[in-house]
């Protein structure tokens, strides 16, 4: 039995484009409906972006809730060992901080690690572990 429904290649590969442009603008309800119909929360991008990597290096606060809320694992790296948190601190992005901390983000993953860009940037008060 097929699946009539199923999505061909370049259709799924637009519906990433789609969500991952979603992540990076905040536009949380609508990456939310992607995610509730069936997108992995932790689904990347050719550099091995999530949408929680993109959504935290945007400063998009509210987005990095509704990912962790949903599932996203703060730790994965993307092809640079870049973690959403290294970015976050690199950034600037003070709440997006706070809500990986919360989330149990791993401070000495990836590279740099959250420790080394909060040192680089002294925003070292930042992390709560």
């Known amino acids: ?3 009539e429904s199923a999505l061909n290649e370049d259709q799924t590969g637009r519906v990433l484009e789609i969500a991952m442009d979603l992540a990076r603008e905040g536009k949380t309800a ?3 409906e992607f995610i509730d ?3 992995a929360v932790d689904v990347v991008d050719a550099d091995g972006n999530t949408l929680l990597m993109l959504a935290a290096y945007h400063g998009r606060t509210e987005t990095v809730g ?4 949903h599932g ?3 730790d ?4 640079r060992k870049q973690t959403p948190i290294a970015g976050a601190l690199f950034k600037g992005e003070d709440d997006v901080v706070a809500k990986l901390c919360a989330a149990g ?5 990836g590279t740099p690690t959250a420790r080394e ?3 680089m940037f002294g925003r070292e008060h930042l992390l709560t572990t």
Not at 76 to 79: A, W
Request: charged share 5%; no cysteine.
């Open 30 to 32: 609508q990456l939310a």
């Open 66 to 69: 509704m990912l962790l809320g």
């Open 1 to 3: 039995m097929t699946n």
């Open 37 to 39: 119909h069936g997108l």
């Open 72 to 74: 996203a694992n703060p």
């Open 117 to 119: 860009a909060a040192a």
């Open 76 to 79: 994965i790296q993307n092809v």
């Open 105 to 109: 983000a791993d401070l000495d993953a």
